[in-house]
Protein backbone atom coordinates (compact mmCIF):
# COMPACT_ATOMS: atom_id res chain seq x y z
CA UNK A 1 0.00 0.00 0.00
CA UNK A 2 2.70 2.51 0.65
CA UNK A 3 4.15 2.47 -2.86
CA UNK A 4 0.45 3.08 -3.86
CA UNK A 5 0.56 6.11 -1.68
CA UNK A 6 3.75 7.24 -2.61
CA UNK A 7 2.69 6.83 -6.67
CA UNK A 8 -0.74 8.85 -5.85
CA UNK A 9 0.83 11.36 -4.05
CA UNK A 10 3.02 13.25 -6.65
CA UNK A 11 -0.19 12.47 -9.66
CA UNK A 12 -2.44 14.68 -7.33
CA UNK A 13 -0.21 17.36 -6.48
CA UNK A 14 0.22 18.05 -10.33
CA UNK A 15 -3.12 17.55 -11.00
CA UNK A 16 -3.95 20.26 -8.84
CA UNK A 17 -0.98 23.19 -9.73
CA UNK A 18 -2.57 22.29 -13.44
CA UNK A 19 -6.20 22.75 -12.98
CA UNK A 20 -5.74 25.59 -10.35
CA UNK A 21 -5.49 28.57 -12.33
CA UNK A 22 -8.86 27.26 -14.72
CA UNK A 23 -10.79 26.23 -12.01
CA UNK A 24 -9.49 30.17 -10.00
CA UNK A 25 -10.62 31.85 -13.17
CA UNK A 26 -13.85 29.76 -13.81
CA UNK A 27 -14.84 30.91 -9.99
CA UNK A 28 -14.59 34.65 -10.77
CA UNK A 29 -16.44 34.53 -14.51
CA UNK A 30 -19.17 31.76 -12.62
CA UNK A 31 -19.85 34.61 -9.71
CA UNK A 32 -21.90 36.84 -11.91
CA UNK A 33 -19.81 39.79 -11.83
CA UNK A 34 -19.06 42.19 -14.48
CA UNK A 35 -15.54 41.44 -15.02
CA UNK A 36 -15.67 40.06 -17.95
CA UNK A 37 -12.14 37.95 -19.42
CA UNK A 38 -9.91 37.50 -16.24
CA UNK A 39 -6.22 37.30 -17.21
CA UNK A 40 -4.09 35.61 -14.72
CA UNK A 41 -0.38 36.34 -14.77
CA UNK A 42 1.76 33.35 -14.46
CA UNK A 43 4.88 33.63 -12.76
CA UNK A 44 7.54 31.18 -11.73
CA UNK A 45 10.49 31.82 -9.62
CA UNK A 46 13.34 29.68 -8.46
CA UNK A 47 12.67 29.01 -4.27
CA UNK A 48 15.20 26.34 -2.44
CA UNK A 49 13.38 24.31 0.22
CA UNK A 50 15.23 25.99 2.29
CA UNK A 51 14.06 29.52 1.39
CA UNK A 52 9.92 29.35 0.61
CA UNK A 53 9.58 31.27 4.29
CA UNK A 54 12.00 33.85 3.46
CA UNK A 55 9.96 34.15 -0.22
CA UNK A 56 6.52 34.41 1.45
CA UNK A 57 8.22 37.09 4.28
CA UNK A 58 9.28 39.13 1.07
CA UNK A 59 6.14 38.58 -0.99
CA UNK A 60 3.90 39.71 1.78
CA UNK A 61 6.64 42.26 2.99
CA UNK A 62 6.14 44.29 -1.10
CA UNK A 63 3.95 42.81 -3.54
CA UNK A 64 1.46 41.63 -1.73
CA UNK A 65 0.25 45.31 -0.26
CA UNK A 66 1.30 47.08 -3.47
CA UNK A 67 -1.05 44.79 -5.88
CA UNK A 68 -3.80 45.40 -3.21
CA UNK A 69 -3.74 49.02 -4.26
CA UNK A 70 -4.24 48.00 -8.08
CA UNK A 71 -6.90 49.07 -10.66
CA UNK A 72 -8.63 45.37 -11.73
CA UNK A 73 -6.20 43.39 -9.43
CA UNK A 74 -8.87 40.81 -7.95
CA UNK A 75 -6.57 37.98 -6.37
CA UNK A 76 -3.14 36.22 -6.16
CA UNK A 77 -1.83 32.58 -5.21
CA UNK A 78 1.81 31.88 -4.36
CA UNK A 79 2.50 27.96 -4.67
CA UNK A 80 5.76 25.81 -4.45
CA UNK A 81 7.18 23.21 -5.84
CA UNK A 82 9.35 21.24 -3.64
CA UNK A 83 10.35 19.03 -6.53
CA UNK A 84 11.51 21.81 -9.26
CA UNK A 85 12.20 24.00 -6.24
CA UNK A 86 9.86 26.78 -7.28
CA UNK A 87 7.48 29.24 -6.64
CA UNK A 88 4.47 30.17 -8.72
CA UNK A 89 2.51 32.61 -8.78
CA UNK A 90 -0.80 33.01 -10.34
CA UNK A 91 -2.75 36.80 -10.13
CA UNK A 92 -5.82 37.50 -11.45
CA UNK A 93 -6.61 40.53 -13.28
CA UNK A 94 -10.00 41.79 -14.30
CA UNK A 95 -8.65 42.58 -17.91
CA UNK A 96 -5.21 42.52 -19.63
CA UNK A 97 -5.50 46.16 -20.23
CA UNK A 98 -5.84 47.03 -16.36
CA UNK A 99 -2.33 44.77 -15.84
CA UNK A 100 -0.28 46.31 -18.82
CA UNK A 101 -1.22 49.71 -18.09
CA UNK A 102 0.58 49.99 -14.61
CA UNK A 103 4.26 52.16 -15.72
CA UNK A 104 7.31 49.76 -16.18
CA UNK A 105 8.88 52.10 -13.71
CA UNK A 106 6.34 51.65 -10.64
CA UNK A 107 6.85 47.84 -11.03
CA UNK A 108 10.69 47.82 -11.07
CA UNK A 109 10.59 49.93 -7.61
CA UNK A 110 8.28 47.39 -5.54
CA UNK A 111 10.85 44.59 -7.13
CA UNK A 112 13.84 46.28 -5.91
CA UNK A 113 11.99 46.18 -2.69
CA UNK A 114 10.91 42.81 -3.16
CA UNK A 115 14.86 41.67 -4.01
CA UNK A 116 16.03 44.09 -0.51
CA UNK A 117 13.54 42.01 1.33
CA UNK A 118 14.50 38.82 0.19
CA UNK A 119 18.16 39.75 0.37
CA UNK A 120 17.76 40.19 4.14
CA UNK A 121 15.71 37.57 4.71
CA UNK A 122 17.91 35.12 3.34
CA UNK A 123 21.00 36.68 4.09
CA UNK A 124 22.55 37.11 0.63
CA UNK A 125 24.14 40.29 0.12
CA UNK A 126 23.43 40.95 -3.83
CA UNK A 127 21.25 40.07 -6.68
CA UNK A 128 17.80 38.22 -6.42
CA UNK A 129 17.44 35.08 -3.91
CA UNK A 130 14.41 34.13 -6.07
CA UNK A 131 15.07 34.60 -9.85
CA UNK A 132 12.25 34.46 -12.52
CA UNK A 133 11.85 31.12 -14.39
CA UNK A 134 9.12 31.81 -16.84
CA UNK A 135 6.34 34.63 -17.15
CA UNK A 136 3.45 34.22 -18.86
CA UNK A 137 -0.80 34.60 -18.78
CA UNK A 138 -3.55 32.42 -18.66
CA UNK A 139 -7.25 32.97 -20.24
CA UNK A 140 -10.21 31.24 -19.74
CA UNK A 141 -12.13 29.58 -22.45
Do not use: C
Amino acid sequence: MGWLAALITPLLLAITLLIAPLVAGAEVLAAGNDYGVVVVEHLRVKVPADAVEAWRQAERGSWEPWLERQSGFLDRQLLWDPEREEGTLLIHWRSGDDWKAIPEAEIERVQQRFEQLARQATGTDQGNPFPLVFEGQLLPQ
